[in-house]
C-alpha cells in the first residue's frame, strides 16, 4: 500500500502493508512507514526509481502491476496424474 499526499511544500509517502490484497469492499491498512520530503527530492527519487526498474525489466521481463493479472496457476495443479 502507498498513498501520496502533497502540500506547496512538501510530498508524503504513507507505506503500509496490505494483509489480504484480494479482499472485496473496504480493508484496513496500518501505515507502517512515513517518508517527507520536497518536491525536488521526489523528482530525483523518481528518477532513481524509474532507472532502477528499467534495469530490472531489462534483466527479468515487465512488472505486471495488477496483481490480478500476475497470479498464474501452479504447474502441478494443470498436470494430469498418472
Known amino acids: 500500500f502507498c498513498r501520496v499526499s502533497s502540500t506547496p511544500e512538501e510530498l508524503i509517502l504513507d507505506l ?3 494483509p489480504n490484497p484480494y479482499a472485496q ?3 484496513t ?3 507502517g512507514q512515513r517518508i517527507i520530503m520536497n518536491h525536488y527530492t521526489a ?3 523518481l528518477s532513481a526509481l524509474s532507472m532502477a ?3 530490472h525489466e ?3 521481463g515487465v512488472l505486471e502491476t495488477d496483481v490480478r493479472r500476475r497470479v498464474k496457476p501452479s504447474v502441478t495443479a494443470t498436470m494430469p496424474r498418472s
Request: a positive charge.
Open 16 to 18: 503500509g502493508m496490505n
Open 53 to 55: 526498474l528499467q534495469r
Open 25 to 27: 469492499g473496504n480493508v
Open 29 to 31: 491498512v496500518h501505515v
Open 43 to 45: 523528482k530525483r527519487l
Open 58 to 60: 531489462q534483466a527479468f
